[in-house]
């Protein structure tokens, strides 16, 4: 069974940290692009990240940059997203997606073949 289950999320204070998981079964993430993608409470889902195939990865949301970054471990068949000096906007449900077109990133969700379920991610004091 073809699957992505995203862990980590929870509750954080301002200034915090956490890293989200994204552990695939049934197939290997190595031969994917990885997307990282949130929906905050009455707003539209959007890219924040994505990982290639390759190991390169570009940050999508300019309130991010240079406080999340993504990785992979090919062996444990996960990709991460770490994310530091967390702030309420980040609050949202983050899911990851796989891509396996070309290996590539895209910043919409378009040409993701499979999503996980979603993981709150709720940043207040």
């Known amino acids: 069974q073809v699957q992505l289950v995203e862990s980590g999320g929870g509750l954080v204070q301002p200034g915090g940290s956490l890293r989200l998981s994204c552990a695939a079964s049934g197939f290997t993430l190595d031969s994917y692009a990885i997307g990282w993608f949130r929906q905050a409470p009455g707003k539209e889902r959007e890219g924040v990240s994505c990982?290639?195939?390759?190991?390169?990865?570009?940050i999508y949301v300019n309130s991010v940059k240079g406080r999340f970054t993504m990785s992979r471990d090919n062996v444990k068949n996960t990709v991460y997203l770490r994310m530091n000096s967390l702030k309420p906007e980040d609050t949202a449900v983050y899911y990851c997606?796989?891509?396996?077109?070309?290996?590539?990133?895209?910043?919409?969700?378009?040409?993701?073949?499979?999503w996980g379920q979603g993981t709150q991610v709720t940043v207040s004091s």
């Open positions: 997606a796989a891509r396996k077109y070309g290996g590539s990133c895209d910043e919409t969700e378009s040409g993701y073949d499979y």
């Open positions: 990982i290639r195939k390759s190991g390169g990865s570009t």
